[in-house]
């Protein structure tokens, strides 16, 4: 069963990445030219084995599941402002509006995309864990598991809509694609912001957090 939850949540993240590109209103961006998010594989590899261990990097991840469970519980939408820039095509921006619906039946928590322009649900695998799971992948909802990764040394306080949040940031990979999380230090399951970026086709997407 644990195996099963854990595919359904990497498929998840490719039809969330894949489903991220509706196109709404168009803008120009002055950061035209190159990737900010500077690492590899490799980066992640232990120094010793040159491989990534997935046991002691979760172990750092200073949350635990049931504070993520605790949040998404108590907030029935999150909705982002997303920016999708083609940094290829002169820094070209698409913006759009997505994040999620929690559903709530008994002590069972569903999450499910949801597109807040166009106001309807964005189809994928189902989301359902209840406040006794101990898949570790939870521990980074309401986004997608990343396959390698590591939390920053330092904090960082990120101001959006005139409020201030210290974050923990997480970097790393989902599905091919580099990823950075901004989570709010006392507030698993809240990530006020994110980057992604993919290297292949130069696109640059950046997660705003608009309400919860």
Not at 5 to 12: K, R, W
Not at 121 to 144: A, C, G, H
Not at 155 to 184: A, H, P, S
């Amino acid at each position: 069963m644990m195996k099963k939850i854990t595919l359904v949540l990497f498929i998840l993240g490719a039809l969330f990445v894949n489903a991220q590109d509706n196109k709404t209103v168009k803008g120009t961006s002055d950061d035209t030219n190159k990737l900010v998010l500077d690492y590899e594989y490799r980066d992640f590899n232990d120094a010793e084995t040159n491989k990534f261990n997935e046991e002691e990097a979760y172990k750092t991840l200073p949350w635990e599941i049931i504070q993520v469970y605790n949040f998404l519980k108590e907030h029935r939408e999150i909705v982002y402002n997303v920016q999708k820039i083609k940094l290829k095509e002169g820094g070209n921006v698409e913006l759009t509006k997505k994040g999620y619906k929690i559903l709530v039946k008994k002590q069972e928590l569903e999450l499910k995309k949801y597109d807040f322009l166009e106001k309807e649900f964005i189809k994928q695998p189902e989301i359902k864990f209840d406040n006794t799971s101990t898949m570790r992948e939870v521990k980074f909802l309401p986004f997608f598991p990343m396959q390698v990764f590591r939390v920053l040394d330092e904090k960082e306080v990120v101001e959006i809509n005139n409020r201030k949040y210290e974050c923990t940031i997480v970097e790393g990979f989902v599905m091919g694609e580099k990823w950075k999380y901004w989570m709010v230090t006392e507030t698993p399951g809240l990530i006020v912001k994110a980057l992604n970026e993919d290297p292949t086709f130069f696109v640059r997407r950046i997660w705003l957090i608009d309400k919860y």
